[in-house]
């Protein structure tokens, strides 16, 4: 079975500084891999997908990640951060049998 | 074109009384799954269905939960008689679907949030 993980529980930057958010997955083939954001009290926006192709992939918001197999990574990173940032980060995969499964997700905060 | 929307977004129920939680999909989608989020934790799937079919409820609890998504209407995600370990946030996202019966994009409402007392 596929599984996700996100090893940063909670991750505190600088506002500007770069950050980078880690994601690790377990599935046996390629999988389809997302990036979702939450903030409080609210739903999940979708940052960015990777299904095939180019490894490194732009998403909104200025977000971008980069698929690495041989590590069977999906970090997403961006290059200076705004205050607006902060929120929960959720990694996902979709293994082909029509659901999610997501990471325990990362909690972003912005310090001035 | 609106969005995943869910209805109630607060929910509050006293134990033992029955929780209906309502998903209308976007516009075209005929794919609705729902997942539960526990305080702290991550998304976990729950079931999976098309319009008047139940595809995959392999996450969803075995007694008290049901969903249904009919030919007309919402999709519908019930609990009967709450406990307190019910209360969560409830999410339902939709997909179009595509060729071969395979969705990749899920877009999620923004929840419901269940409290039992």
């Known amino acids: 079975a596929q599984s996700v993980t996100q090893p940063d529980i909670h991750i505190t930057v600088s506002e500007g500084a770069s950050l980078e958010l880690r994601c690790n997955y377990s599935?046996?083939?390629?999988?389809?891999l997302f990036w979702y954001v939450q903030s409080p009290g609210q739903g999940l926006q979708l940052l960015l997908k990777?299904?095939?192709?180019?490894?490194l992939v732009q998403g909104i918001k200025g977000f971008e990640a980069e698929f690495k197999r041989s590590q069977s990574s999906f970090n997403l990173r961006k290059p200076s951060v705004h205050w607006s940032d902060a929120a929960e980060y959720f990694c996902?995969?979709?293994?082909?049998?029509?659901?999610?499964?997501f990471g325990t997700g990362t909690r972003l905060t912005i310090i001035p | 074109n609106a969005g995943v929307m869910q209805n109630p977004r607060h929910l509050v129920r006293r134990r033992g009384q029955e929780a209906r939680l309502r998903c209308s999909p976007m516009?075209?989608?005929?794919?609705v799954y729902w997942y539960r989020q526990l305080p702290e934790e991550g998304l976990k799937f729950m079931v999976y269905?098309?319009?008047?079919?139940?595809?995959?409820e392999s996450g969803m609890p075995k007694e008290r939960f049901s969903a249904e998504f009919p030919k007309e209407g919402p999709s519908i995600l019930r609990i009967q008689q709450v406990v307190r370990g019910d209360s969560a946030a409830y999410f339902c996202?939709?997909?179009?679907?595509?060729?071969?019966?395979?969705?990749?994009?899920?877009?999620f409402g923004p929840g419901t949030r269940l409290t039992v007392t």
């Open positions: 599935y046996g083939a390629t999988p389809y």
């Open positions: 990777y299904f095939s192709g180019d490894t």
């Open positions: 996902a995969v979709f293994a082909g049998n029509e659901k999610l499964t």
């Open positions: 996202a939709s997909s179009p679907g595509v060729a071969g019966g395979t969705s990749y994009e899920q877009y």
């Open positions: 269905l098309q319009k008047e079919n139940i595809i995959d």
């Open positions: 516009k075209g989608h005929s794919h």
